[in-house]
């Protein structure tokens, strides 16, 4: 029978009933006292000289209280980059500034130059237009590859060139170079990973409060990791001390990797407030997002897989372009090098893995973090190129992936990565059983009597998640450490109030975390408060990304719940007179064992705060825990997903009859939040696949600027997914951290888009067009003029 309480338990967000009735608190709802409203003037050309800003006349409109531009911030620290990659000559990345201002040049179309501040927002967007401009326009370099060339236009005139690095990582080149020469087989594919825009339902916010009295800033801001935005913006970019800097994020609306990084407009709403004495308030339009919030994925990449007479794996290299836009973002650079390059194994027992990346400046928006970071893009070209091999080969994909797979665990890539456990058949298994193949034909017959085409596609991923440990990633040039913590404050009456350092935005902690600690103490989740997003009430911690939340955070306030524990039976042992040692805990009573001696939870914690029942100088008052969490290993969920699609011959739309997953995650806390959590990232996935594109013209304009252009997924794109599952038979719990968990948050956007894409090559190969490889975003006309040959 399904439990109705505690870990395992499908219980509905508690989270949810203030959303759903208007109740939610978010960083727009914020409105200060006398607070004031920024405008920024953004650039309307990717590359130009700043000859003059003139903001004379702007400054005498009526309700204007100042306006802010890059000579203000001559002497305030740029926006930081938190990773350090070192080339593959041992080189450290070219890392140009980042100022909050454009200062002498703008070098992508959004670019702020200035900002206005006044009373109203209409009145700093109407003094914006009488700036008064002198911007002389430059030559933008926008594709990766002619970035590269010998006298390319530079978009940062003090490097030497557009490369930011060139990465070279996993098996050194002799080895590789000989597997592919004694290779009976080598199957060659060039990809492309489209540019995306996260788009999440709640744009980026920013108010910037100061007390002059005990001269303290306070930052409400739409972020998934206020304390690294406090860390970040205090230590590197204001100079604010952290104790007189205070972050908070409330309620946020949807992050996708893209309210992680620090930006430019938290740090002027911040710095323009101390400067003003007055709160500085900032709403992104939804046109401003699309030009200011950093952009996915974006690379171009050449994949060769090269297999024995057996079909075996025995060699793969890989030669990306990366673009990393005109600046670089908090974590860019590690995106497409350590969250990309150590996956490319996938799930296979390839002995020899090499992977090469290009990041490159562009004069486009920053591309950085966006679901699944650098897992998707590995899957994608990997899922892809081994597809293409099998046709190659005139064998069945699923028996070629099924004869690689790793099946002895623990098992070290050649990419640097441990998997500590892992059952690929078993999600193999179960996805096929889901899919029904052995009916395939007869749905595909059916399809053609429509005059439709009809084609399956299938791939198998994993993902590194629980981003950490801090020595390792350290090592690798990460300027912060990737552990977590949480308090766990017990009241005098029982209830709990548990601060963390991770930050739910749509991820569901607030349930998820009291069901863990209801059921280590055998009391009611109604008694258990999640506290999260305010760095002056939670303990220092790393944020929410990269499906990290449970892994990390969770086992931190697990640790912090058994100290807890451990204190409670100190103080119940005194109570009843037993020794520490014969103290147990069920259902929420501490008993002698062996007697019927026992003594209720909240029993226990009123003595702890009215302490006339044992000795001080053994147990000193109060019921309160703090604990660090800073994993051995990352968590490697796994999945096995098919999707079927009908391609009309006629248009070359395709439409997702049927899609199913099956994933394996380790223990599940809540059944029903994974399922949702996978069918968003399915839903983003098949966007990608068939729909979203950023797109620039040759100067740097962004064609996709709204929705009238940037295509999102709607109801009517996607199927039904209920056909998930999480079963038990495919689990493999982790084997290092007490949960068991692995992290589900992005599988569906990685494991999804190879899938679809897949799917439509085999149906235009089943009508007899030679179709290799589509682009991302599979769209009509891609499809169609694909068909055309």
Known sequence: MPKDHGIGASQKR????????????????????????????????????????????????????????????????????????????????????????????????????????????????????????????????????????????????????????????????????????????????????????????????????????????????????????????????????????????????????TKIFHYAEEAFCTFAARQINRAVKWTSTRSEAFMSDAHGRDHVTKIELALDAENNFIGLRTDTYANMGAYLSTFASCTPTWLHGTLMAGNYTTPAVQVNVKAVFTNTVPVDAYRGAGRPEATFSLERVIDKAARELNVDPIKLRRQNFIRSFPYATPVAVEYDTGDYDATMDKMEELMDLGNFAARRAASEAKGKLRGLGINCFIEACGIAPSNLVGQLGARAGLYDAATVRVNATGSISVMVGAHSHGQGHETVFPQVVAEMLGIDESMIDIVHGDTSKIPFGMGTYGSRSLAVCGSAMVRATEKIINKAKKIAAHLMEASEADIELKDGQFSVAGTDKSVAWGDVTLAAYVPHNYPLEDIEPGLEETAFYDPANFTYPAGAYACEVEVDPETGEVKIEKFVSSDDFGNVINPMIVEGQVHGGIAQGIG???????????????????????????????????????????????????????????????????????????????????????????????VWAAMQG
């Open 688 to 782: 990608q696949a068939l729909l979203e594109n950023c797109a620039y013209d040759e100067n740097g304009q962004l064609l996709s600027a709204s929705y009238m252009d940037y295509a999102m997924p709607r109801a009517d794109n996607l199927p039904t997914l209920d056909n998930y599952i999480v079963d038990h038979s495919c689990q493999t719990p982790c084997t290092h951290n007490p949960l068991g968990v692995k992290g589900c948050g992005e599988a569906g956007a990685i494991g999804s888009p190879p899938t679809v894409v897949n799917a439509v090559i085999d149906a235009l190969r089943s009508a007899g067009h030679n179709v290799e490889h589509i682009d991302m975003p599979v769209s009509p006309s891609r």
């Open 14 to 257: 508690r989270e949810d009933v203030r959303f759903l009735t208007g109740a939610g608190n978010y960083t727009d709802d914020i409105n200060v006292y006398n607070q004031a409203y920024v405008h920024f003037l953004r650039s309307d050309v990717a590359h130009g000289k700043i000859n003059s800003v003139n903001t004379e006349a702007a400054s005498a409109m009526p309700g204007v209280v100042r306006i802010f531009t890059g000579a203000d911030f001559e002497s305030v620290g740029g926006l930081p980059c938190g990773w350090q990659v070192t080339d593959k000559d041992g080189n450290p990345m070219k890392e140009p500034a980042h100022p909050v201002l454009a200062q002498g040049k703008v070098r992508h179309v959004g670019d702020p130059i200035a900002a206005v501040v006044a009373d109203s927002l209409e009145e700093a967007r109407n003094a914006a237009e009488a700036i008064e401009l002198d911007i002389e326009e430059l030559p933008a370099v926008v594709n990766m590859k002619a970035a590269l060339d010998a006298g390319a236009t530079k978009v940062h005139d003090d490097l030497s060139d557009n490369l930011c690095y060139d990465w070279q990582f996993g098996t050194d080149t002799d080895t590789v170079n000989e597997a592919f020469a004694k290779a009976a087989h080598v199957t060659t594919l060039e990809l492309v990973n489209n540019r995306l825009v996260a788009n999440p339902m709640e744009p980026r916010v920013a108010v910037g409060d100061y007390n002059r009295a005990n001269d303290e800033s306070t930052l409400y801001t739409t972020s998934q990791n206020p304390h690294v935005i406090r860390l970040l913006m205090g230590a590197f970019v204001l100079g604010i001390p952290e104790h007189k800097l205070k972050v908070v994020a409330p309620d946020v609306g949807g992050g996708f990797g």
